[in-house]
Structure formats: C-alpha cells, structure tokens
C-alpha cells in the first residue's frame, strides 16, 4: 500500500488512517465472520424447543446430554458405566463421557450457578456445538495467518464461515455431539505443532543441551512441544479413536527428518519435538485409560502405545542420522534405511503377534482404505463421501487446496530449505481428504486444511502482485485480486445450499420428534425397569455410579427393549428404558436375526439365547423405515441394514430391484422372506395373519452395457380374480411373481401369538417426504395412477405430501403399499398369550378373529389367526390379545397399560361343506388380560355352534381353501 501513501504523502492524517487499516483490518473483518458464524448456527435455536423440551437433532447427541448430566451430578467424574443399554450386557460409555461432556457440564454449573437444572444442561447442550464452531475460526486463522500472514489467515476464516459443508452441520445448535469439539482440538493440535516445530528451526537445539541443562536454549521449544503435545491429548481425550492423528503426525516427522537429513540439515531439532510432543501425548492419555487391552474406540494401551512408538521412532532416526555422519555413510541410504527397518519390524509383527498387526491393518484400511465393511455401510457417517458433493460444500476451495498441496511438495524438492509448517498442512490435508472419501464423517475436518491452504495459495498470490511498490497499481493486479475474491467466495455464496440455507431449515428432524410420542407413551405406559411383572420399584438409578464391567448382573424385574441399533439412545434417554442394541452398534446381532426371523419360534429362539434366565426382552420397538425397503438419499428405508448383520442372509433374499426408465430410478419387488421377517409382521401386519392375493407382479430381462437387470414388463402389475389363475400366469411367465408389492405376500404369513401391539406414535408415516417418495416411487414404476394436486386431496384418496407438493394416490392403492395405518413408530409387548381351548367340526379349520383399536390414533384393525381341529373336533390356540380387564392391571402391578384395546370378543368361523350343503358353525369368547400376561393360567373356551346350513353355489370355496395355520 506504500503507492497510496505516495500518492497521498501531503495528506499525513489520510497516510496514518492508512497505516491502521493496513495494521488492523483484519480485526473487524474477523469479528464480522466470527458474528457471521455465530448468528447463522443459533439462529433456529428455537425450532428445538417442542412442548417446553429441547430435543436434539441425531442420535448421539443425546447419549452426550445423558452423559454431560452425569458429569454435572458427579463433576469432573465421567460415567464409568451405564447399564442402560446394551441390554442384559451394559456397556462402557467409550468415545462418550469424555473432555467434551466434562466442559459442557463445567459452563451448566456456571451457568446454573452450581445447581442447574436438567433443563438449563439441555439448554447450555443446546448452544455449545454453534460456540465451539465458531470459536474453531481462531486456531484456523493463526494458522493462515502462519502460512501466509494476516490475509492468509482471514482467508481461512471466510472460507470456513462461508463453507456450508459438514462442519457447519456438525456445529449447528442442537447438534449436541463431539464431531465440532474433534475438529476444534485437531486443528488447535495442528497448529501447536506448527509452532513448535518453528521454534525448533529458529533455536536448533540439540540433545547435549538436555545433558547440559541449557534451559534457556531450550525453554521455547520444550515449552511449545509440551503443549503441543498437551493438545494432541486433548484431541484424543475428547475422540479416543482419533489415533489417525498420531498417525499423520508420525508420517510428518518420518518424512521431515528424511528430507532434512538428506539436504544436509540435521534431523535432530525436529526430532526433538516430535520425541518431545509425543512423549507428553503418550503420558497423559495413560492417565485416561479405560481398559488395558488395545481398542480403537475406547481409552486403551493403543492411543500412548502409538503416541510412545512415533516418539521412540523420532530419538532413533535423530541418531541414526547422527551414526551416518559418524560413519560418513551415503546419505541416500537413510531413506532405504529407514523404511527397511520399518519393513522388518512390520514383517515381525505379522510373524510374532498377528491379531495385533491385523488389528493395525483393519484399522488403517477402515479410515483411509477406500473401503468400507458391509456392517460399517449401515452406519451414514461411515459411508463413503459422495465426490458430487465436494463443490457444493467446498466450492473451488478443494481444488485450489489441491493446487497448493501440489506447491507445496514441490517446494519439498526443489527449495533450499522447505518450510517444514506447510509440509505438516500438506500431509494433514492428504490424510483426511483420504479419511473423508472412505468415511464421510471425516469430512468435517476436511475444511480446515482446505481453508487453510488455501489461504496460503491467496496470501502467496496477492504477494507476487505488486501491491507493496512506490509505482502505481496495474490493472491487471487489480483484477487479479479481483478474481481471485471471486473465484474463493463466489461459489460458496451461489450454489445451493447456502450456508445461510442450512443454518435457517435447522431443526431436531422428523425422526425424534415423531418417535418421542411413543417413547413417552412407553415412560408412562409400561413398568419401570426392575418393576416387569413385579411391581416393584425401579432397581437401576438412572444416573447412578456402577464399576466398568464385562457384564452386568440384571435382576429379577428388568427388562430390555428391542428395536435396530440407530434408536438407542432415545429409548435410553426418552423413555428411560434399556435397549438391546444402540449406536455404538452394540447388541446389533441380536437385534438383525430378531428382526429377519422367519418365524415366532425362530424370533423367540434369538430373544432367549440372548436374554438373561431372571431378566429378558419384554418389548419391541419398530418404525416404518425398518420395513422400507428403498434406501439411499431421500427415501429413508432401512430395512437394507439388518441383513448386513447377518451371516445367513443378505438383501436379495428380502427384495430385488426392477429398473425403470435410463437405469437411475428403480423400485423393489419382495420376496416372501421379507414378508416373513418378524419386523414386518409387527409393523404392517401387528401380528396378524396374511393371506397371499391373486396380485402378480411382472418384469422382464434386458441386458445394458452387458449386464442383465429386470425392467418393468408393459403391464409391470395384474390382478386377476383368484389365485389359482395368478399361480398359472407366473408358472407360465417365467419372469413374474404373486405378490411383492408393498405388503401384499406371495404365500400365506401365519400369525404371531406370544407380541401384541401395545403403543404407538400419534403421528403417521405419511408426515414424511422420504415415506411419501418411497411408495410413489413404487407406484410411478408400477404404473399405477398418482395424481399431483395443489389442493387437498379427494374422497376414497390418501395424501402423500413431498416438500411443497401433494400427491393422490386411491385408498385401494395405498392400502396395497400398507396393510394397516403406518403409525410413525409401533410397540409390542412379548406376552405368555392367552390359551383358548374350543370345540367344533372335525378336522376342519376355524378362523379366528377380533377387532381392535389404538385408542391413541383411532386405527382400526382385525387380528386373525387359523387352528384345526382334530378328529374330534377339538382344538386349542394361544392369543397374544386380550379383550377384556384392561383396568385390572397397569405399570404399578408390573404390567402394561395397553392402548390397543379390543372392541369385542374373539370370532370364531368355521365353513364345512355336507351333501352340497354350506354348514357355518360360529361362535365367540372373551379372553381376559391376566389370561394374556399370565397372571390367570386358566383357558377361555368356546364352542362353536352350528348356523343354519346354506346350499352350495358351483363357485362356493370349500373348507380346505382355507390353510391351517402350522
């Protein structure tokens, strides 16, 4: 800017004003976007504040609040376990109840002045994401401002504000969840270990002076590489699995001191802080261990044990360079070296201690491998990034990052001494781009080196154009800054979203706000754990302090609650029960053979295997997306995941895809496996039996791009008028099936008689657009009519809104999508069932039936069943619903108070068919709630009686139409 005070020097008051825009701008830009962060994350706060209560968005976050709670009434103490969940084994908090948790709880005492309440915790939870991302500006701009001076370091700052990526979801309020503290601390950690290394480079200090005690030679760099390696232990106290920071810090020294070694530089001053730094890691995280066997997702002997190993690794290098310029060894043979002992040491490792190598191996390819287990695909942050995604969150910043890693390793070979600062930048930013596109939730770190670097490509930029000569200023640096503005921050500004779009749709989400219905209804509903079928009083403090354990002892009275893994934490923390299974993917075996089996026996089997002898699994939770079978963006369904789980099955054996149109829109047809599993004959059928329908589904085989994929036939779906005529199609088509379609079986499903539908949601599944999008899919790709509209939709038609549009489907055609209302979430109760003993004609099959109602939504259904009678004409059936002494029994006496009542006795039908003649023989019983829960062991009976005989029409059915259940 000196050319302005050239042109203004009879001007001193202008010439000084100049000065101090020129010392201090960057004061006021970065609290403009430290505001602009803070206002964008908090502004929607509102929207988490439902009925009084906050909700959070997620799933973790909420185990994070149980845990914060916990600090705040043992403050600094961490839960060391919590047998409330993983039901009957509890579990170790792990990667939860650390640094994170114990700061939050730390600024609710302050807030709430030593005392808060556990609604002032949930507020201070509620904001403390949004604070922590903002504040995460600071460490980034010191470190721009590092690589390339104070318009490096705003540069970082406007691209992380401007950056609507994951850090900005990670850091939104109500996102209560360590992602924001990891990204914080890694990057504080980074940037410590800038300066430390720069400290080295200015004071060069060697290992004499530690033998000399030359503290002042040494202050600066000891001092910087202790808390440097301070913040790599607050990382990893925080995150325990984020070991892949040693790692990378480890790669950074390895190369750092070969590259210094082999330009003739000593290798030792570098090594000295890496000894030093990781030396100090190593030590405080011992103090944090949690268990003495190696784990990557708990406070191990893995996060010193590495963190002692890279500073090992960095005293010997120091001094086997000193033994080559001893011995004057070429010094193209320490890189050989180096990596030859490096080689050998892993080879013996694989020899000596395979698990422990294998272990390493796993790891190492689970987070920048490129790959991803089946199991780990289930979980959405572990996916793989999506490339396409990589400009509208990053804009050109990823790819001028690129530019400036590629800089900056070629300065590594051509300058006379490399800055060893960017070379850490460079290595970080190529670990976690690696990390990001093999597990997407790294991509919330992956910002901080591209802002970082790309601050340094602008700083260096803006300095080779001369705007720091007495000469005037060209047009073309004018223009030249101009485009480079534009290029950063246009693209983070124009392409949707927006950073200001997602900071202002922020909310809790669909998921928990329509589960929290019925997990209240399950808190006040059914027994307090310790109290099932006793009475008694709950035996598990909720926030209580219980030894770390292998497995907990449940007593008599406690139960556990099953549903799939992602809705743990609610249930621990809404309803306040024990789940079998939580987002720790623990309990998720039990929970996918469960939920797969293909029959009650087979689902009871799983549940007492697993179950302790004096405390078992008494509920079931499931919502309409474990039975969706359309996955992916925008549909919803998870029914994908438990197959993943299971080592007899995977999803081809639920349902197949049938593709439409250009390949990218397809729907899928069900076998008669998913029809069986035990999740879809709770959720659609409630346990209900299922007839198959003369419905065919039909498609036909075309091969593109040389593999052969169905496509829908010109009439993808065809009724006919019995099944007999549906059964002659399909053997005849060859690429055809009865049924498949929404819940429409291909073979009869029996009923269930020991889990009845207790509870539900108020709200249903057609609330969601992701619901909505999945069955219209199907539909559009049966060709079955949908009609768009802008107004309500007609008589005899179900509404299924997508965003801002509605759509008409006929009720017949939703019915065929949903055998029963699709109650946003659904609980059953595992009961003994009540016993029926009955008498009516021989070897003859007797429906049986009652209708019942959710007294919570007003839905209606009819559960029904089939039992033969034997030569004499008796039978006996077990039912899983009562009808009757509903107010007899409820959560004090240790039971259920169920809202799905009966609205009459059970229906008995049987149809036998004498000389031509229709003979209907009906009758009804009652069967009462402790006959159900097995307080009263006695049978209903009934006897059917004889209607008045009909003759038979040439079409009549006779009775062996209709099986018998097995």
Not at 646 to 672: E, K, L, M
Not at 673 to 679: A, L
Not at 875 to 896: C, K, N
Request: glycine fraction near 10%; include cysteine; charge should be negative.
């Amino acid at each position: 800017m000196s050319q302005w005070r050239g042109q203004f020097e009879d001007n001193p008051e202008l010439e000084a004003a100049l000065d101090k825009v020129e010392r201090w701008y960057h004061v006021p830009v970065l609290l403009a976007l430290l505001g602009f962060m803070l206002w964008n994350r908090v502004r929607s706060w509102q929207n988490f504040i439902v009925d009084g209560e906050v909700l959070f968005s997620g799933n973790d976050p909420w185990y994070h609040y149980r845990t914060t709670v916990y600090t705040v009434q043992n403050w600094p103490g961490t839960m060391p376990f919590d047998p409330w969940t993983q039901f009957p084994i509890g579990s170790s908090p792990g990667q939860f109840g650390t640094l994170f948790d114990q700061v939050a709880a730390t600024l609710a005492l302050i807030v709430g002045l030593g005392s808060p309440s556990e609604s002032t915790i949930a507020m201070v939870a509620l904001f403390f994401p949004a604070v922590l991302g903002t504040l995460a500006a600071i460490p980034l701009y010191v470190m721009g401002r590092r690589l390339a001076g104070r318009l490096g370091g705003v540069t970082a700052v406007l691209v992380l504000a401007l950056s609507a990526g994951a850090f900005l979801g990670r850091s939104l309020v109500g996102t209560f969840d360590h992602h924001v503290a990891e990204a914080f601390l890694q990057t504080t950690a980074v940037l410590g270990m800038m300066v430390a290394i720069s400290a080295a480079n200015r004071d060069k200090p060697v290992f004499e002076q530690f033998v000399d005690r030359d503290i002042d030679a040494l202050r600066s760099t000891v001092l910087w590489s202790v808390l440097s390696g301070f913040a790599v232990a607050t990382y990893l106290w925080t995150w325990p699995p984020g070991v892949l920071l040693i790692g990378i810090l480890g790669t950074f020294f390895l190369l750092r001191l070969i590259i210094e070694f082999v330009r003739g530089q000593s290798p030792e001053h570098t090594a000295i802080v890496g000894t030093i730094a990781l030396a100090t890691t190593g030590v405080l995280t011992l103090v944090s261990l949690d268990t003495l066997t190696v784990s990557a997702t708990r406070h191990s002997l893995l996060q010193p044990g590495l963190a002692f190993a890279i500073a090992g690794g960095c005293a010997f290098m120091a001094w086997l360079a000193r033994y080559f310029d001893r011995e004057s060894l070429d010094t193209t043979l320490y890189p050989v070296t180096v990596f030859g002992i490096i080689g050998v040491l892993a080879a013996l490792a694989a020899v000596v201690t395979p698990d422990l190598f294998n272990f390493f191996v796993d790891n190492v390819l689970r987070v920048i491998g490129f790959s991803v287990s089946p199991t780990a695909g289930t979980v959405g942050e572990a996916q793989p990034y999506n490339p396409n995604d990589l400009y509208p969150q990053y804009g050109l910043t990823v790819f001028i990052a690129a530019i400036g890693v590629i800089a900056i390793v070629a300065e590594q070979f051509l300058a006379s001494d490399p800055d060893g600062e960017e070379l850490l930048v460079a290595i970080w930013g190529v670990f976690l781009l690696a990390a990001t596109f093999t597990q997407g939730r790294f991509a919330y770190y992956l910002i901080f080196p591209v802002g970082a670097i790309t601050g340094l490509l602008v700083g260096r930029l803006v300095s080779w154009v001369d705007l720091s000569g007495d000469g005037d200023i060209a047009p073309y640096e004018v223009l030249t800054v101009i485009s480079l503005l534009v290029v950063v921050v246009a693209p983070l500004l124009i392409v949707a979203p927006t950073p200001m779009d997602y900071g202002g749709s922020n909310g809790p989400g669909q998921g928990i706000e329509n589960w929290d219905d019925s997990l209240q209804w399950m808190e006040g509903n059914t027994p307090a754990v310790g109290a099932y079928d006793t009475g008694d009083e709950q035996s598990l403090d909720y926030y209580g302090t219980y030894k770390n354990r292998e497995d907990f002892d449940y007593q008599t009275g406690d139960y556990g609650v099953l549903s799939w893994w992602d809705y743990g934490h609610w249930i621990t923390t809404r309803a306040e029960r024990v789940p079998n299974a939580n987002p720790f993917q623990q309990g998720t075996d039990v929970a996918a053979n469960f939920l797969l089996a293909q029959n009650e026996s087979e689902a009871n089997d799983v549940l007492e295997t697993y179950d302790e002898d004096d405390a078992r699994t008494e509920y079931v939770a499931v919502d309409w997306k474990m039975t969706q079978v359309k996955a992916g963006r925008g549909y919803g369904g998870k029914f994908f995941a438990p197959p993943q789980f299971d080592d007899d099955s995977n999803q081809s054996d639920y349902y197949r895809p049938i593709v439409a149109g250009d390949g990218n829109f397809f729907f899928n047809y069900r076998t008669q496996d998913y029809y069986n599993s035990t999740v879809v004959r709770l959720y659609e059928y409630h346990g209900s039996a299922v007839n198959a329908q003369p419905i065919v589904v039909d498609w036909e085989r075309s091969t593109a791009n040389g593999q052969s994929r169905r496509v829908p036939a010109e009439t993808p779906i065809r009724t006919f008028s019995n099944m007999s005529a549906a059964e002659n199609y399909v053997q005849q088509d060859g690429t055809a099936q009865v049924g498949g379609v929404g819940t429409v079986p291909s073979q009869r499903v029996p009923a269930l008689k020991h889990y009845r539908y207790v509870g539900s949601s108020d709200r249903t599944a057609y609330e969601s657009s992701e619901h909505n999008r999945a069955i219209l899919t199907e539909a559009q790709g049966l060709r079955l009519p949908v009609q768009p509209t802008s107004d309500t939709c007609g008589t005899n038609q179900t509404s299924a809104p997508i965003g801002g549009s509605n759509y008409c489907t006929p009720d017949q055609i939703a019915n065929l999508m949903h055998q029963n209302s699709p109650t946003w979430t659904k609980i059953f109760e595992r009961v003994p069932g009540g016993t029926i003993e009955g008498t009516g004609p021989a070897n003859t099959a007797v429906q049986v039936s009652v209708p019942m109602r959710n007294t919570q939504t007003n839905e209606t259904f009819t559960y029904r069943q089939t039992v033969q009678t034997d030569e004499n004409g008796n039978f006996e059936t077990t039912v899983p619903y009562s009808t009757t002494g509903y107010d007899e029994y409820g959560p004090a006496d240790g039971h259920t108070n169920v809202s799905v009542r009966a609205e009459g006795p059970y229906q008995f039908r049987a149809v036998t068919l004498q000389n031509r003649t229709v003979v209907r023989s009906t009758g009804t019983t009652h069967v009462t709630e402790g006959q159900v829960i097995g307080e009263n062991e006695t049978a209903s009976t009934v006897e059917l009686t004889r209607q008045q005989p009909q003759a038979a029409s040439s079409g009549s059915l006779s009775p062996a139409a209709v099986p018998a259940e097995n």
